[in-house]
């Protein structure tokens, strides 16, 4: 008879050869349904929902390169070490390197050298486990500054927070809240609802973007559009005609007071005639014919160079320069050539000539001369070539090109017109001389006014490009940072609210930090908000706090996006 | 009268919070590289349940100098505790996910608290055993109980013949026979109560006021040797369930082992 | 065991019920008669229940020894002295025999992984014996034999080798361990044939007190030999110079109490200790100190009806001292009278040192003595229990007695194999024995104090082990006579049929007889870390005992 002992014994060895049996069974199994077998015994839990489909083809070699190999691969994966990160990155790319810290070559202080995603991303804690859940400890794995909680330690916001830079567009908040509509003549105007006038909170995200400018602005500042004109070329003084009359006659055809001319030659030539024929006229007949020939402009060149007086006395405009690459637009002798030869081209091609000659100097030539008729180019430059003021057929345009006696200039159709818009990037291109600059510029005259209100800004050196801030945007550029204006809307109550955190500051020099083109320099038209604004709600007890709350540890906005189109490019 | 000396159990126990806490503290660090320490309390753990393992071994070694038994116990009663609290602190929840793990974990659990009971009942059985005043060898309880029924059914045969009455020997056929014929009353035996006194002070000894004075002295020693009997029994079910909890805790503690063998492998090969 | 009811009773023994030599023949006793050692003794002073004749038929016996035999071991207990009749015999001087020689088990501490070995190299089938190791040993005779004996096989070798003294006929030796029951001192063996008188201790004990010469003679070799060493090495009379001890030795008195074989009466009378002989009793006058040099004294005060035990002595301890010092030194009081009882517990050796020695020695040199023995009698007597029964059961005689804790004990019988794995796969004792309350003490070998087990084994084979004091058993010289198994009161020796190791019974060739061997706990001598059992135990339940110490601290 065995002993109780014998039995336990046995019953050991049953147990160890039932768990190696399980083993064998499983351990090495087939990938069953849906990739992984719940049997599986390298199976440590099920995948959260978003990677749950990746073992459908593979199995666990999805992730895992040592799933299914030979024999003495798999043994080689345990004296290896895993780069379960590179898997990660097939469908997960960033900006940066994947494994650097915030995908950001730092100053790495030695303590994490390099990143792995399992550091922070733990798989197989089911189908309803967050792979993005993060704890504080994790961030303070390897940020210095250590502190308890937001609301407990927490570095103090940058000055100004959350404002970086000045605003794109020159608005003083102070003024357009509290100044300007004290005026009677306004006064029906003002934003009764304040903030939330201008600030669609519809649309609120990060920003709460600015309802159009014919909503907002417009009511008082529409008027000023219209009278900004660019100016693009005049017809300047010339030392001597520098066209070939018969030529342009021959183009061109009498011109319009040629016409005329000839209207009254004609009838004096009926006049000459029938004295010819009564024999009045009979005297001083040769006289008579040159006479009408010099009317024609047929006179004798030699006396008509004597006689040459131009029309106009202007110097060329500097987009003109700029347009015709001349040296200097007040020196006949530098621009009678290319002027010449640009209202020749005009004659034969109309705007044609303009676009090919701005085309050297934009790719959006076409669209800066949007809406310029041929006829328009032609005519005014048959005019000028026969040295004389261009009379436009109407006098009033409602915008758009438009030529007048001695010029072609362009009028506004509105704000934001894309004609004006697209001459003004072209001013702050590199390249451009100063001049042109200035002038397109010119907050004084002509379409420069539009930087009146849309900054020039450029951020860094002078290496670095200016543009001109059409557009109301993102006042930070901390990608890394994260804040949702909409949920605090609703929490706080609607638009009066705004005021709770963003405090006018009645004493900012706002509108010194527009007078020069560099965006950091500036002063806001708010107070800074503070950390305890936020720690108000956002304290231990209250509302959560984790840094995740707030920040991105992927220092790219755009991660989900990219997943996507990782996904549909494979 | 013996004490047991409790300074094994608080120089492991003190040993083992340093080593808890040096572990708790060490996993805080690497967390915070970002590293993973379940690699450091994994390794631990596994030692912690070779070394475990090993009291088993250390049994069939008493021929050779390697410590006294009781300090091996004490030693695999903290390790045990230890390795419990470790295994938390490896796993980090209750309940794990995968299928495997779970097995792992739920034989882990059992192993632990099947530890937990038998050292309980070996803390506490003896004294109730040795509060019987009889002491007997396990394996010789079936041939004392036969005895026991072998000398009842003689006294009932001989009342039988003294007497000239059937009156006992119908009581033995009819009730006391269940009684005698294995151990009975096992659960009041386990948990200490009297169930067999108190069957015996009822249904077993019923048949006392039916007989006369010669049968009551048969009668009266049948009832001694019940009484006998019941202690024999209490050895038997208490002995028996000291032995019998190792069923449990044995080959469940080889399969944890072997379990986590396997998972440390696969941790290695698909993770580490 | 159970037991319930029953209680054995027999006949009272008779001295000569069982003679000493069952072949002493009427013409052996005419020889013996006409020595003149012997016809020196006064036979007429013999009263006539005891005559001389009656004791040399009866307590004594005549043996032969071939050359070579060992007659006695220096170590070994006897209780009997020898009177050459015939032959030479040689005493080993120096340097001493070793103990193969002497057919002793030659003991070597086992290293760790010799230890180990016993993992894999244990025996599964029981009492597996190698015999062919038996031939080596010079061993003549067999169970059944009486004169079987262990051998030198090379006399003159061990001539050359050790200085001897001759022994010549008429000699008489061995006296000093029969009567006083201490191991031999010397080792003795046979040069040529030799013939000697063997008389066991009773025998000698009559002729001592009733023969003037042989009492004066063996008297004269004990107080030479034995009583001042055993003067000396006590507390009181180690500093007295050699001429006072000579006068203290010659007026010490030593007196033996009890049977020189309790334990077979205590064996057939289990429980009954009415019988013991009282060395001094309550209420009486001290008339000496008495200090035990061997065996178990009882120390007792009534108490109702009974007699309370409040302490036992054994070898080294004294009794009387208190009430002596307070006597001499307050001369005026009246009670002087003992206030307890001593009585010997099976046997006891006494020395009886005269008052007025003490008073002339010892008193005036020592400080009052700080306690009296009537402090132990001011206890609850529940707190007697575990020491009544210590001592009824003679477990007092234990020096490495097994005792469990029932409370902490689980039955798991972990020491058990922990003996059989260091024991070739034998337990040599049993996880059961007599118990009070929570204390077993478990059938094991206790390695007595007085061990009565060695005592007529016919080659030595179980002997006390120099190294460690273990009484162990040589296997190669065993006979398998079973004299120390029936000698053993608490039953721990086992006579075990040996096989080989195919589990085939190794018989007698000429009568197919199966081969016994006697087996105990040997103590893992030998063993590396000592008892195995003790270490094996996981719940602290199992400890080895020395009674002496448990006693006096009252707890394991």
Same mark, same amino acid.
Do not use: E, G, W, Y
């Given at each position: 008879m065995r002993s109780l002992r014998g039995y336990r014994g046995r019953l050991s060895l049953l147990m160890g050869a039932f768990v190696i049996a399980i083993i064998a069974a499983f351990g090495f199994g087939e990938d069953g349904v849906n990739g992984v077998s719940a049997f599986n015994t390298a199976n440590p839990g099920d995948l959260s929902a978003a990677h749950a489909n990746f073992t459908k083809d593979v199995g666990c070699a999805a992730c895992h390169e040592a799933h299914d190999k030979t024999a003495t691969q798999w043994i080689q994966a345990a004296w290896t070490p895993g780069n379960l990160s590179k898997k990660c990155s097939s469908c997960h790319t960033f900006d940066g390197p994947a494994e650097s810290p915030h995908n950001k070559t730092f100053k790495i202080d030695g303590a994490v050298a390099k990143t792995e995603c399992a550091m922070c991303h733990t798989e197989h804690k089911g189908a309803g486990a967050s792979v993005v859940a993060m704890s504080d400890q994790q961030c303070h794995a390897c940020h210095e500054k250590k502190f308890t909680s937001f609301s407990d330690g927490h570095p103090k916001f940058s000055k100004d927070f959350p404002s970086r830079r000045r605003t794109a567009i020159l608005f003083n908040h102070t003024s357009h809240l509290d100044k300007h509509f004290q005026n009677k003549r306004y006064v029906d105007k +003002? #934003?009764?609802?304040?903030?939330v006038a201008c600030h669609d909170t519809a649309l609120a995200d990060r920003n709460v973007p600015v309802r159009a400018f014919e909503k907002t602005c417009a009511a008082c500042h529409e008027s000023q559009i219209a009278k900004r004109d660019l100016q693009l070329l005049t017809f300047p003084e010339f030392e +001597?005609? #520098?066209?070939d009359p018969a030529e342009i006659l021959a183009a061109c055809g009498l011109t319009k007071a040629a016409q005329e001319e000839v209207g009254e030659l004609s009838s004096d030539l009926a006049k000459n005639l029938a004295d010819l024929q009564d024999g009045d006229g009979s005297k001083d007949l040769t006289a008579r014919v040159n006479e009408m020939k010099a009317k024609l402009g047929l006179g004798d060149p030699p006396t008509a160079v004597e006689e040459y007086e131009s029309v106009s006395t202007e110097t060329l405009p500097p987009l003109a320069v700029l347009l015709l690459g001349v040296e200097d637009g007040e020196d006949p002798e530098s621009y009678t050539g290319p002027m010449r030869d640009l209202v020749n081209a005009m004659i034969e091609s109309g705007d044609e000539a303009v676009l090919e000659l701005l085309s050297e100097r934009t790719k959006s030539a076409k669209q800066l001369l949007a809406g310029m008729s041929p006829e328009l180019a032609r005519s005014v430059a048959c005019a000028w070539a026969g040295n004389q003021e261009y009379e436009a057929p109407s006098e009033s345009s409602l915008g758009g090109w438009f030529a007048d006696e001695l010029s072609i200039n362009y009028r506004p159709l509105r704000h934001g017109d894309p004609v004006v818009r697209g001459w003004l990037d072209l001013a702050v291109v590199a390249g451009t001389p100063d001049d042109v600059r200035n002038l397109l510029l010119s907050k004084s005259e002509g379409a420069g006014a539009c930087a009146k209100c849309h900054s020039v800004s450029r951020e860094g050196g002078a290496d670095k490009a200016v543009k001109v801030e059409w557009q109301f945007g993102a006042q930070s550029d901390q990608r890394h940072v994260r804040y949702q204006h909409k949920p605090h809307l609703n929490l706080l109550g609607l638009g009066a609210s705004c005021e709770t955190c963003h405090t006018l500051n009645p004493d900012a020099e706002y509108d010194a930090g527009f007078k020069h083109i560099d965006p950091l320099n500036f002063a806001s038209n708010f107070k800074s908000i503070e950390n305890k604004t936020c720690a108000t709600c956002h304290a231990k007890d209250k509302v959560k706090q984790e840094c995740t709350l707030c920040h991105e540890y992927h220092n790219d906005h755009s991660i989900r996006k990219k997943v996507v189109s990782n996904i549909q490019e494979k | 009268m013996s004490r047991r000396s409790k300074l094994p159990k608080i120089f492991f126990g003190l040993i083992s919070i340093v080593v808890f806490g040096a572990l708790f503290w060490q996993s805080k660090v690497i967390m915070l590289r970002l590293g993973e320490p379940a690699i450091l309390t994994g390794y631990t753990l596994m030692a912690s349940m070779l070394l475990l393992g090993f009291f088993n071994f250390r049994k069939k070694l008493s021929m050779i100098p390697i410590g006294r038994a009781s300090t091996w116990l004490a030693f695999h009663v903290v390790l045990g505790v230890f390795a419990l609290a470790l295994f938390g602190l490896h796993v980090g929840v209750f309940w794990p996910q995968g299928l495997y793990e779970q097995m792992l974990a739920g034989s882990f659990y059992m192993v632990s608290l099947s530890g937990v009971v038998g050292y309980a009942l070996q803390r506490s059985l003896p004294r109730r055993l040795t509060q019987t005043g009889v002491e007997i060898i396990y394996e010789r309880i079936p041939a004392e109980l036969a005895e026991i029924r072998e000398r009842v059914e003689a006294l009932v045969l001989e009342c039988t013949e003294k007497s000239g009455s059937d009156t006992v020997a119908q009581h033995y056929m009819g009730t006391l026979n269940w009684y005698f014929q294995k151990p009975r009353f096992r659960l009041s035996h386990f948990v200490g109560g009297d169930a067999g006194g108190y069957w015996l002070r009822g249904p077993g000894g019923a048949a006392r006021r039916y007989i006369n004075d010669v049968e009551k002295e048969y009668f009266d020693q049948i009832i001694a040797l019940a009484e006998l009997k019941s202690l024999v029994d209490r050895h038997f079910v208490c002995q028996g369930v000291m032995k019998k909890w190792l069923f449990l805790h044995i080959p469940l503690a080889v399969a944890v082992i072997a379990l986590a063998i396997w998972h440390l492998i696969l941790v290695n090969v698909y993770v580490i | 065991m159970v037991d319930v009811g029953g209680v054995a009773t027999m006949e009272r023994p008779q001295r000569w019920a069982t003679p000493f030599g069952l072949d002493v023949s009427d013409d052996d006793i005419e020889m013996l008669l006409k020595r003149s050692d012997i016809a020196a003794i006064e036979a007429d002073r013999f009263p006539a229940h005891t005559s001389l004749e009656g004791v040399l038929r009866n307590d004594a016996r005549i043996v032969k020894y071939r050359q070579g035999d060992l007659v006695v071991r220096e170590g070994d207990y006897g209780n009997s002295a020898f009177l050459v009749l015939d032959g030479n015999l040689r005493v080993v001087l120096a340097p001493k025999l070793p103990n193969d020689m002497l057919g002793r088990h030659q003991t070597r501490k086992k290293g760790f992984f010799e230890a180990l070995t016993q993992l894999w190299t244990n025996e599964t089938i029981p009492e597996v014996r190698n015999i062919s190791g038996y031939k080596q040993q010079g061993l003549r005779g067999s169970?059944?034999? #009486?004169?079987a004996r262990v051998f030198l096989q090379d006399v003159p070798a061990v001539l050359d080798e050790h200085r001897t003294a001759v022994l010549q006929e008429g000699a008489l030796f061995g006296e000093l361990a029969a009567l006083g029951r201490v191991p031999r001192t010397a080792t003795i063996f046979s040069e040529d044939d030799a013939v000697l008188l063997e008389i066991r201790w009773q025998g000698l004990r009559e002729i001592r007190k009733y023969d003037e010469g042989w009492r004066r003679k063996i008297d004269q070799l004990y107080r030479e030999s034995a009583l001042k060493n055993h003067l000396q090495e006590s507390k009181m009379f180690g500093g007295l110079d050699d001429e006072k001890l000579d006068a203290v030795s010659n007026k010490v008195l030593f007196e033996t109490y009890g049977s020189f074989d309790w334990n077979v009466s205590f064996q057939r009378l289990r429980g009954g200790s009415g019988q013991e002989p009282v060395l001094a009793r309550q209420g009486e006058y001290p008339d000496g100190l008495l200090m035990i040099r061997a065996g178990f004294a009882r120390v007792s005060v009534k108490h109702g009806t009974g007699e309370r035990t409040i302490t036992y002595l054994g070898a080294g301890d004294h009794f009387g001292l208190g009430e002596l010092y307070a006597a001499w030194k307050n001369p005026e009081i009246e009670d002087m009278a003992m206030k307890t009882s001593i009585s010997a517990l099976g046997y006891v050796d006494v020395l009886r040192v005269p008052a007025p020695v003490l008073e002339e020695h010892v008193f005036p040199f020592m400080e009052a003595p700080?306690?009296?023995?009537?402090?132990? +009698?001011?206890? #609850?007597?529940a707190d007697d229990a575990l020491m009544e029964w210590a001592v009824d059961e003679r477990f007092v005689n234990a020096t490495r007695a097994m005792v469990i804790d029932l409370e902490h004990c689980v039955r798991c019988d972990d020491c058990v194999r922990a003996c059989a794995s260091t024991h070739n796969g034998n337990p040599r004792f049993r996880r059961h024995g007599k118990s009070s309350e929570n204390l077993m003490v478990a059938n094991a070998c206790m390695h007595c104090a007085d061990p009565v087990c060695m005592i007529g084994c016919p080659t030595g084979a179980i002997h006390r082990s120099v190294q460690s004091g273990s009484v162990i058993i040589n296997d190669v010289t065993c006979i398998g006579c079973g004299t120390c198994a029936n000698s053993c009161p608490y039953s721990n020796i086992s006579m075990v049929a040996i096989s080989d190791s195919d589990g085939r019974t190794i018989t007698e060739p000429t009568t197919g007889k199966p081969i016994f061997k006697a087996t105990k706990c040997d103590y893992c001598e030998g063993q590396p870390g000592g008892p195995a059992c003790v270490r094996a135990c996981a719940h602290d339940a199992l400890k080895r005992v020395d009674f002496q110490e448990f006693n006096s601290t009252g707890s394991m």
């Open positions: +003002a #934003p009764k609802q304040r903030c +001597a005609n #520098p066209f | - | 169970a059944d034999s #009486p004169d700080a306690t009296t023995i009537m402090d132990l +009698a001011s206890t #609850p007597v």
